[in-house]
């Protein structure tokens, strides 16, 4: 028998009217591969004058994916990297040892819908250079009557642009009509589903609009099927071996590392730099705990 785990996602207001519903980490599921964070953010409709404003606030030890649905964002950051994202494109910013960015819908964009993720870099990785890489062109094609979209890694003899540091895959898959579809896995990987329109079924069990499916590992097909109208993000990957630490907006590989960012945000060391143009900072909350 296959692991088939339902995990439903934490829903939290980043205001503006904007909810988002927290698939990963959960107290079921920290992790699947080296994707350690994914919100599920809109669809939603802003009135004139509002959207999405985030401070600038600070990354250590992951790379944020931003997959963009509809609407448009501006990401802003230390580097002085400065680019509006639009649907069908993937932002990749590496934080290493440490990153600062801003996201802003742009003034004249009224919707929002996004898949907002976090992959961990592995140890030896962690303190990397910052980097940014912006992808408008991804690979795409058809399949069972459904709409293809390779995120991030390998599959079918596709690669995605992405810069990875683990074995990982991402696909989104449309089906405007519904029916079944039957996609080639790699044993060696766990995987999982959300829903980001729609819903599908796996054998018996019916999943609806965000309740995030977790597969596990040893699949090598997974058999679906989708209602119309659906949209479903598939993510995999190589199991992490240890879980990470993930504290605010920082990954670390001990409480140590953890502690250190923090204290250098809150110091304004130099390890993160201003973001042009960027008037609001945000600040964490109190620590949990202390360096060991």
């Known amino acids: 028998m296959h692991t088939l785990e339902r995990i439903q996602p934490r829903e939290a207001d980043l205001g503006e009217g904007l909810f988002v519903r927290r698939a990963l980490p959960t107290r079921q599921r920290r992790m699947v591969g080296a994707w350690c964070f994914l919100d599920h ?10 959207g999405m404003h985030v401070g600038a606030h600070p990354h250590t030890a992951l790379q944020t994916f931003t997959w963009l649905i509809e609407g448009e964002v501006l990401h802003r950051d ?6 509006v994202i639009r649907p069908g494109q993937v932002n990749l910013m590496t934080a290493g040892r440490g990153i600062v960015h801003t996201e802003d819908s742009l003034p004249e964009a009224r919707r929002l819908h996004a898949a907002q993720l976090w992959i961990a870099l592995p140890p030896e990785q962690a303190d990397c250079p910052p980097a940014f890489e912006h992808h408008p062109v991804l690979p795409h094609w058809k399949q069972d009557g459904c709409a293809l979209t390779l995120l991030a890694g390998r599959y079918a003899g596709l690669q995605a642009p992405a810069t990875l540091h683990t074995p990982l895959v991402g696909i989104d898959i449309q ?9 080639p896995l790699d044993p060696a990987f766990e995987y999982a589903l959300l829903p980001l329109e ?37 993510l995999g990957g190589e199991p992490f071996g240890e879980p990470v630490l993930m504290w605010w907006n920082f990954v670390g590989h001990s409480k140590a590392a953890i502690v250190q960012a923090q204290h250098d945000w809150e110091a304004g060391d130099a390890r993160f730099g201003p973001v042009p143009g960027s008037t609001r900072r945000l600040s964490p909350p109190p620590l949990p705990w202390a360096a060991d």
Do not use: K, M, T
Not at 199 to 222: K, M, P, V
């Open 78 to 83: 230390s580097l002085g990297n400065e680019q």
């Open 198 to 234: 729609g819903s599908l079924d796996i054998g018996a069990e019916h999943f609806a609009c965000d309740e995030f499916a977790y597969l596990g590992q040893g699949r090598d097909n997974l058999a679906v099927q989708l209602a119309p109208g659906s949209r479903v993000l598939l």
């Open 41 to 50: 953010a809109g669809p939603v409709d802003f009135a004139p004058g509002g």
């Open 175 to 183: 089906s405007g009509e519904g029916g079944a579809l039957s996609l």
